[in-house]
T-cell receptor
Framework: NAGVTQTPKFRVLKTGQSMTLLCAQD?????MYWYRQDPGMGLRLIHY???????AKGEVPDGYNVSRLKKQNFLLGLESAAPSQTSVYFC?????????????FGPGTRLTVT | GENVEQHPSTLSVQEGDSAVIKCTYS??????FPWYKQELGKGPQLIID?????GEKKDQRIAVTLNKTAKHFSLHITETQPEDSAVYFC????????FGAGTRLTVKP
């Protein structure tokens, strides 16, 4: 049981390039989330999904797109990377979306945009 | 939306001392308040949580208190150990989870 995994672990992009971050979970969780973590700002929700085939915007969705084609995978895409998207990205999942349930986090992806 | 403020941003204590981290939230409808610990290079991990119908919860050396009237909650760590050194995040949940900015705790041996 690997929990939540993220690939890649590190990535450097040039401004304007695109990339996709992959999150996978093996806990059969319905709900999945993408956060970004910046110094002094905690974690901020980018997009989330309440089940296979669904996506919704979070607190800071601009510049990102997501897809949930399979229940176990949640992809985060950057179509045209900007230096402001330099951050550490975390994926999380939970069995229930209602408040009161632990979110399980992946190890993170450190993205640098030059 | 919900706004969570966390203090202090850094905290240094001697091994064996207690550490207290405080958070305030803005939306009185928030009803779930978890605390996460993040070690260097890892994702956050839940250490304790409390629901709005409970005032206090304890798990060994860790306790959380909630004051719904004042809209603040606190994490208390007693008998701190070097392995408690990490960044701690509070969060308040109303639909989605809003996190505080984090507290870097250093426990000096």
């Amino acid at each position: 049981n690997a929990g939540v995994t993220q690939t890649p672990k590190f990535r450097v992009l040039k401004t304007g390039q695109s990339m996709t971050l992959l999150c996978a979970q093996d806990m059969n969780h319905e709900y999945m989330y993408w956060y970004r973590q910046d110094p002094g700002m905690g974690l901020r929700l980018i997009h989330y999904s309440v089940g296979e085939g669904t996506t919704a915007k979070g607190e800071v969705p601009d510049g990102y797109n997501v897809s949930r084609l399979k229940k176990q995978n949640f992809l985060l895409g950057l179509e045209s990377a900007a230096p402001s998207q330099t951050s550490v990205y975390f994926c999380a999942s939970t069995g229930y979306g209602l408040p009161g349930y632990e979110q399980y986090f992946g190890p993170g992806t450190r993205l640098t945009v030059t | 939306g919900e706004n969570v403020e966390q203090h202090p941003s850094t905290l240094s204590v001697q091994e064996g001392d207690s550490a207290v981290i405080k958070c305030t939230y803005s939306d009185s409808a928030s009803n779930y308040f978890p605390w996460y610990k993040q070690e260097l290079g890892k994702g956050p991990q839940l250490i304790i949580d409390i629901r709005s119908n409970v005032g206090e919860k304890k798990d060994q050396r860790i306790a959380v208190t909630l004051n719904k009237t004042a809209k603040h909650f606190s994490l208390h760590i007693t008998e701190t150990q070097p392995e408690d050194s990490a960044v701690y995040f509070c969060a308040a949940t109303l639909g989605d989870m809003r996190f505080g900015a984090g507290t870097r705790l250093t426990v000096k041996p």
